[in-house]
């Protein structure tokens, strides 16, 4: 029987000398390791409270911005067409941040419909009507406006000249266009 175990013990090999040394290293490196998970799991609950609440701050604004957009964007268009109604709805309204706007417009004397379906003027006149709802939320010291007016007859040239004329006190416009009629509301032509 001693003979058995001494050739096991000579399979085994020799003694590992070292092995508490290594075993107290690992554990070392072990506790700095779950020191350092447990500093990232911090890091980690810290950063989704931050975005939670920006999330949460950017909705509440972003629902506010668009209400005073809507109600500017409803003004400017019946200001715009001389009357009708438009209206802008959020698709999705508990994903304000990721969802898409359906705008539904009618001018004067047309049934509701969306703006694809509109003639070029008209989707001319309310996206004008659109750009100039949020330049009256959030003004901007200059607007530049390239051949805006391209497809707009002069009836509707006529129209977003006088919306650019009530803008000229807060915003300087840059216009690029062909259009007489849009020409005469300049200060200066280049």
Do not use: W
């Amino acid at each position: 029987r001693v003979n058995r175990l001494r050739k096991q013990l000579k399979l085994m090999g020799s003694v590992n000398t070292d092995s508490l040394r290594d075993l107290e290293m690992l554990e070392n490196r072990f506790t700095q390791l779950s020191a350092q998970l447990q500093d990232l799991v911090e890091a980690r609950d810290t950063l989704e409270d931050i975005i939670r609440k920006i999330n949460a701050e950017s909705r509440r604004l972003f629902a506010e911005t668009f209400g005073t957009i809507r109600s500017n964007f409803q003004e400017l268009f019946r200001q715009v067409f001389g009357g009708g109604g438009v209206d802008s709805v959020l698709e999705d309204p508990n994903e304000v941040l990721d969802c898409g706007i359906d705008i539904a417009a009618r001018p004067p004397g047309k049934e509701l419909r969306s703006i694809s379906l509109l003639s070029g003027g008209e989707k001319t006149m309310t996206a004008i009507a659109l750009i100039m709802a949020i330049f009256k939320s959030k003004p901007s010291p200059f607007c530049i406006l390239d051949e805006v007016d391209a497809a707009l007859d002069e009836a509707n040239v006529e129209r977003f000249t006088a919306v650019v004329k009530a803008f000229q006190q807060s915003t300087q416009f840059i216009m690029i266009t062909h259009h007489k009629r849009s020409m005469t509301v300049a200060d200066v032509l280049y």
